[in-house]
T-cell receptor
């Protein structure tokens, strides 16, 4: 079975500071991993995904994530936070099985301080 | 091309009332999903469908029913609403298991 753990339900950073959002996964098969962003009162938007190949994945809005198999991690980073990055961030793993639905972590609310 | 739409956006029910949430997609996707989002719990899968006329249970199916009579529509029903079903409900669709999943804007449901 696949599962995802996001450490830190709330993270605050200053504008211009590094953003680091943590995600660890559990999977018995090579995982497909995703980061979604959710702005207030909106649906989910795909930030980036890892399937196979290069372990450093670049996404939209300057975000990137690195797949580290030895650490079972897929942490999300951005070198310099912007006020517009304030949102909920959800990590997800694709499950095995015919429908291969996503299993989500509990989410991390990012606050950017001026 | 509207993508994934959900109706209604907001709803308040009294305990015991019934309602149906509609999800529609215009991308000809085979796979459709209903999730609920609760604080500190991420998104949890309620039911899903791998094609017209098919449905299957997800992680938290109790108290909900679904139907997929038309490929473009996926309906989520609450026969007798309970306060524990207060949540934000998201619908999603994808063309195949290996394609990106697209989400609707959500329905905020409150059960009093």
């Amino acid at each position: 079975a696949q599962s995802v753990t996001q450490l830190g339900s709330h993270v605050s950073v200053s504008e211009g500071a590094l953003v680091l959002l943590r995600c660890n996964y559990s999977s018995s098969v090579p995982p497909y991993l995703f980061w979604y962003v959710q702005y207030p009162n909106q649906g989910l938007q795909l930030l980036l995904k890892y399937t196979t190949g290069a372990t450093l994945v670049k996404g939209i809005n300057g975000f990137e994530a690195e797949f580290k198999k030895s650490e079972t991690s897929f942490h999300l980073t951005k070198p310099s936070a912007h006020m517009s990055d304030a949102a909920e961030y959800l990590c997800a793993v694709k499950r095995t099985g015919s429908a291969r639905q996503l299993t989500f972590g509990s989410g991390t609310q990012l606050t950017v301080l001026p | 091309n509207a993508g994934v739409t959900q109706t209604p956006k907001f709803r308040v029910l009294k305990t015991g009332q019934s309602m149906t949430l509609l999800c529609a997609q215009d991308m000809n996707h085979e796979y459709m999903y209903w999730y609920r989002q609760d604080p500190g719990m991420g998104l949890r899968l309620i039911h899903y469908s791998v094609g017209e006329g098919t449905t299957a249970k997800g992680e938290v199916p109790d108290g909900y029913n679904v139907s997929r009579l038309k490929k473009q529509n996926f309906l989520l029903g609450l026969e007798s609403a309970a306060p524990s079903q207060t949540s934000v409900y998201f619908c999603a669709s994808r063309a195949s298991p290996d394609n990106e999943q697209f989400f609707g804007p959500g329905t905020r449901l409150t059960v009093l």
